[in-house]
């Protein structure tokens, strides 16, 4: 198409208006895939791809990202995904949960965040 | 009893919505601090926006909100207008005076709605937004213990120090402690001693859980913009290690602050408290994350 267009231009005015058929492919942020690349403890190394819009972890047997240690609560941390952003809450925990070494109750995540969950480390990715 | 402080907006001066403020944040001050249902809003830049949407989501809506301004400037009043909270029925909005008739906060506020700069007059709003007053800077509100403190800035400017139950913040930006300590700026190496910090600023924020404070600059940016109503980072963190601070929170970030500049500033100040023995959390202000005291 872009060949196209250019011996077109060379074949008539160069100054005519030329309409093109190019538009943007983006891969918009609400399209992509929440991940966690899991570092330290359990489990680990693996990494995690978000599915749906809730993603529980804990040591509980229904969380979807499970760990037996005992620093963790059953249902420690939970991430939901809403629009473009991800957001990781403390979920009442033991413990509490790390953003970047500062222990916080929620958090709209940025691509290599750090999250500690007792002694389990995971990288947030997004995707 | 639970505390929250959640960051709506984090940086100073002019939003700045790019590429490497995207961790951060763009928009300009705004803080929400929650005593139990007691819901203060520090400052009304842009970032009080996204407050005001989400404000509308939460069950139940909260009915009744606090207002605490610092000062005049715009990017700490400029969001007011766009906040969704101020249309709608049955929402009341006390902006606080420091004294009794003291109206000029929420003439602040009211005066940027009229038709030259904004097509909504206050008058017209479906909230009610009322004047109230602290009394000779001071008042319990629901239960919260509030304080008003002047801090040094062009033009005026005050902090406001929150406590219940044990629980303390204290938001002080739009400071420049460099002068305020009696302009004894000496040193700008790390290894330096701790510098000299205004005492009066220490005891309101003593033992503080939280202490949001202005270090819009780091050593080499305060000097070039010196009298300009901002701190050193390292000043600030002075401010926190003698206060016996338990987290210190890095606010009113330049508008030339990156991503990766903050997360630089918050090591080297991480750093410096850990060089003087102080067993305190710093971090820098980031939009969208919630603390819970």
New interface residues.
């Given amino acids: 198409m872009m060949a196209y267009i250019f011996n077109y231009m060379k074949e008539v005015d160069a100054t005519a208006i030329i309409i093109s058929t190019a538009r943007a492919r983006r891969r918009h942020r609400d399209t992509r895939r929440h991940s966690l690349e899991q570092i330290e403890g359990d489990g680990s190394p693996r990494v995690i791809l978000l599915e749906g819009d809730e993603l529980i972890i804990g040591r509980g047997n229904d969380a979807q990202v499970r760990l037996t240690s005992k620093s963790v609560s059953r249902h420690h941390a939970i991430l939901r995904v809403r629009g473009t952003?991800c957001?990781l809450y403390?979920n009442n925990s033991n413990n509490g949960v790390f953003?970047?070494?500062?222990?916080?109750?929620?958090?709209?995540l940025?691509d290599g965040d750090a999250i500690l969950v007792g002694d389990n480390e995971f990288i947030y990715g997004e995707g | 009893m639970a505390a929250?402080v959640k960051f709506w907006g984090t940086r100073g001066s002019i939003p700045t919505p790019s590429s490497w403020t995207?961790?951060y944040g763009g928009n300009t001050s705004c803080v929400e601090v929650r005593f139990d249902d007691a819901l203060f809003v520090c400052d009304a830049g842009s970032g009080i926006r996204e407050l005001g949407k989400d404000l509308l989501t939460r069950k139940p809506v909260p009915k009744e909100l606090h207002f605490l301004i610092t000062h005049a400037h715009w990017d700490h009043i400029q969001g007011f207008p766009f906040f969704a909270p101020l249309y709608v029925p049955g929402m009341k909005i006390r902006v606080y005076g420091r004294h009794a008739g003291d109206d000029s906060p929420y003439r602040l506020l009211s005066g940027q709605m009229t038709s030259n700069y904004f097509p909504v007059s206050l008058r017209d709003v479906d909230s009610r937004v009322v004047p109230d007053y602290l009394h000779e800077g001071k008042r319990d509100i629901q239960g919260v213990r509030v304080s008003a403190f002047a801090l040094n800035h062009p033009g005026g400017c005050f902090g406001y120090c929150l406590s219940k139950d044990g629980k303390k913040v204290v938001y002080a930006t739009d400071n420049e402690l460099e002068i305020q300590a009696g302009d004894v700026f000496p040193d700008q190496t790390d290894s330096g001693p701790l510098r000299k910090m205004p005492q009066e600023l220490i005891e309101l924020a003593r033992d503080a859980d939280l202490l949001i404070a202005d270090a819009q600059y780091d050593d080499e940016g305060y000097v070039a913009r010196r009298a300009w109503g901002h701190s050193s980072c390292f000043s600030a963190t002075d401010l926190a290690i003698q206060a016996k601070v338990k987290?210190l929170v890095l606010f009113h970030h330049d508008p030339e602050d990156t991503d990766r500049g903050l997360d630089q500033k918050v090591l080297d100040c991480q750093h410096r408290a850990t060089r003087h023995g102080a067993p305190m959390?710093v971090?820098a202000a980031?939009?969208?994350?919630?603390?819970?005291l």
Avoid: I, P, Q, Y
């Avoid at chain 1, 953003?99 to 709209?108: I, R």
């Avoid at chain 2, 980031?286 to 819970?292: D, M």
């Fill in positions: 952003d957001t403390d953003l970047n070494g500062v222990k916080v109750h929620s958090a709209v940025r | 929250f995207r961790v987290h959390v971090s980031r939009e969208g994350v919630e603390l819970k």
